[in-house]
C-alpha cells in the first residue's frame, strides 16, 4: 500500500507571519526527498536543516544569545515511527544541531548533552557554527532591555504594578520581545506511510546556561508513533509540564481528526503562554497556534 505524502513545518510561534517563504522552501525541499521516495525522517530533517540555515529563525544560524550576550546553546531532536530517536541538549558551537541530532539516532543512546554532545559532533565532523549575527545581537539588546525595565528591585510600588503591554510605544511588538521561543520543526508522512518529526531551537529568551526547553525532550516538543506526528513551538517549559505533544499524538491516535487534536492542544494554554503545533496524520497535516506563527504545509497529492 502507498499513501500521498505530507508535509508540514513550522518557524516559531515567536517569529513573524513574514517569516513564511522560509517556511515555504522548507516544505519544498521536504517535498522533493518525499516525492523521490526517500523516508519520512529524511525530509523532515531536511525541511528542519533549511529553516536552521535561514539566519531569521530562532534555531542553527539564527539561534538566540544566552542572557550573557556571547553563549550560543542549542537543542534539537528526531523521531520516526519506526522508533528511531535521537536528540542533543545544550550543544554549543555547531550550525546544523538537528544532523548531530539524527548522528545521535546512529549510536545506543537517545539523547546527548552540553560537552558530550559538542564532542560527539567534533568527532563526526559537523560543521561549526557562524557565530552570532546581527539578528542575534539584536534579539539580544532587546531582551536586556525588556529585563531592564521590568527590574523592579530598586523602584517604586507604582512599577512594579505598571503594565508596560497596554502602553507599549516601541516599534518591535512587545509579545515579539518577549516571546522568543521561536523553535522551528517539520513532521512528514512518506509513501510508505511512515511519520517522522525534526525539531531545533535556539532555546527562549531570556535564558540561563545550561536551560533547556521542550525541543529535546520526548513526547514535550515532539512525538512520532503508528499513526502519526507532532511538534510543538512555545515556551519550554510549559510545554513539559503537559508533555504536550505525546498528549496530542495519543487524542490522534484514538481517531480525533488531525486539526482538531491540535486546536485541543493550543486550548490547553492560557493566552499569555505562545504555543504552536503542528501535525502529520494519515488524512493529512493541521497547523494550529494562538499567535501568528509561519507555518506552510504541503501535500504531493496539491504540487
Ligand atoms: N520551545 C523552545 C524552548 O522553550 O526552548
Known sequence: MTFTPFIAVHGGVGAPKVFSDGCESATARGMALLSDGQTALAAAIAAAVVLED????????????????????TDAAVMDSTGKLGAVAALQGFKNPVLVAEAVTTTPHLM???????????????????????LAHQRHAEVMT??????????????????????????RPYDDVFAMCDTIGAVAMDAQGRFAAAVSTGGSAPMLKGRVGDSPLPGCGYFAGSEGAVVATGIGEAIIMKMLSKTVYDWIAAGTPVQVACERGVALFPDEIPVGLIAVSREGTATHDNREMPTHQLSLAAR
Open 146 to 171: 525588556a529585563m531592564r525595565e521590568h527590574d523592579y528591585s530598586d523602584i517604586p510600588d507604582f512599577w512594579r504594578t505598571y503594565d508596560f503591554k497596554s502602553d507599549w510605544n516601541f516599534e
Open 112 to 134: 546527548l548533552v552540553g560537552e558530550g554532545a559538542m564532542e560527539f559532533a567534533s568527532k563526526r565532523g559537523f560543521a561549526p557554527h557562524p557565530g552570532p549575527g546581527p
Open 54 to 73: 535561514d539566519g531569521r529563525f530562532n534555531a542553527g544560524s539564527g539561534s538566540s544569545l544566552r542572557i550573557d550576550g556571547v553563549t550560543l546553546e
